[in-house]
């Protein structure tokens, strides 16, 4: 058992267990969080932006191109500190998924609305000719082709999603990246320790990954 010796990656693993999966499931909420509030905004905002009337497509149309252009870093520091000097006192960890939700909205609604309109018009005639109301088509016809379309994209914004979350460390949230330079900075094990949080991100994204190929073989049958 000499890997677990004091002094070793093995041993000072073990001893920092707590911390680093601690660490390891605020990534795990703060991604689940950010992931599905922006895909919510995107949905919203994807359909805003493809049939909604012309003050809410421009109002959307702003929020996008604005968040965007926006580094994502920027966000944090100001849904954090902004905030704060407005009055409005949140906590590292909700100004984080504000952040992070955001600017995942923002990239979702562009998504959704170009998988909508890649949809054939000839799709949308047939369902008016058929006398479906805007609601149902959306429901029967739209989004489940849409779904299929998204889902590429979808999964590459979910895995930027995942990584953005390191940046929260600079605000105080003590999620992967931050739990690993603290336990570093007892050991100074920094290539070990970094190469194993590099492995838990791996992981992370690969279950998302997997995700999104499961639904996309669960929606492979729908043919238009």
Not at 45 to 57: D, K, Q, S, T
Not at 139 to 157: H, I, S
């Amino acid at each position: 058992m000499s890997g677990f010796e004091p002094g070793t990656f093995l041993f000072e693993a073990w001893a920092a267990r707590a911390q680093l999966l601690s660490g390891l499931w605020v990534t795990a909420q703060l991604s689940i969080l950010t992931i599905t509030a922006g895909s919510l905004i995107g949905a919203f905002g994807g359909i805003g932006l493809a049939y909604g009337p012309w003050p809410v497509r421009v109002l959307i149309r702003g929020y996008v191109d604005a968040v965007r252009g926006i580094p994502v870093l920027v966000l944090i520091l100001f849904s954090y500190y902004g905030l704060a000097l407005l009055g409005i006192q949140i906590s590292p960890f909700t100004a984080g998924v504000v952040a992070l939700g955001g600017f995942c909205g923002a990239h979702m609604s562009e998504t959704i609305r170009g998988a909508i309109e890649s949809i054939p018009i000839g799709q949308t005639e047939a369902a008016k000719a058929i006398g479906l109301r805007f609601f149902q088509r959306l429901r029967y016809v739209l989004l489940p082709q849409t779904v299929r379309r998204l889902l590429p994209p979808w999964v590459n914004t979910a895995v930027e999603m995942v990584k953005g979350t390191t940046l929260l460390s600079i605000i105080g949230v003590i999620e992967l990246l931050l739990a690993t330079q603290q336990t570093i900075s007892r050991n100074y094990m920094i290539l070990q320790f970094y190469f194993a949080a590099g492995a838990l991100y791996v992981v992370v994204n690969f279950i998302i990954s997997q995700l999104g190929a499961m639904i996309e073989r669960r929606t492979a049958h729908l043919r238009y």
